[in-house]
């Protein structure tokens, strides 16, 4: 997958856990931090949930603890 079809798929996931706030997941980049996204923890594991469904992909615990970005979270799934 590319950067670009990660980016879209990351917001629909957002938009899946969070669909009040479309606007703002229409800005995101794969540059945003996790923890900008300002999601609480059920909704950030949701939305890595919708992400290892859409892409097949299961990200281990101790790969998952390292990510701070969405570029992060996309280079795991453009590894797997």
């Keep these: 997958m590319t950067d670009a079809q990660i980016l879209e798929l990351v917001k629909k996931a957002l938009h899946d856990v ?3 706030r479309t606007a703002d997941w ?10 900008s996204l300002e999601l609480d923890s ?8 919708f992400l290892e ?3 097949d992909v ?3 615990d101790d790969e ?5 970005t969405l ?10």
Excluded at 71 to 80: M, S, T, V
């Design 42 to 49: 059920i909704k950030t594991m949701e939305m890595v949930g």
């Design 71 to 80: 570029g992060d979270l996309a280079r795991l799934i453009q590894a797997a």
């Design 53 to 55: 469904d859409h892409t």
């Design 18 to 20: 969070e669909p009040e």
């Design 26 to 35: 229409a800005e995101v980049t794969l540059d945003r931090t996790i923890q």
């Design 58 to 60: 299961v990200f281990e």
């Design 64 to 68: 998952l603890s390292r990510v701070q």
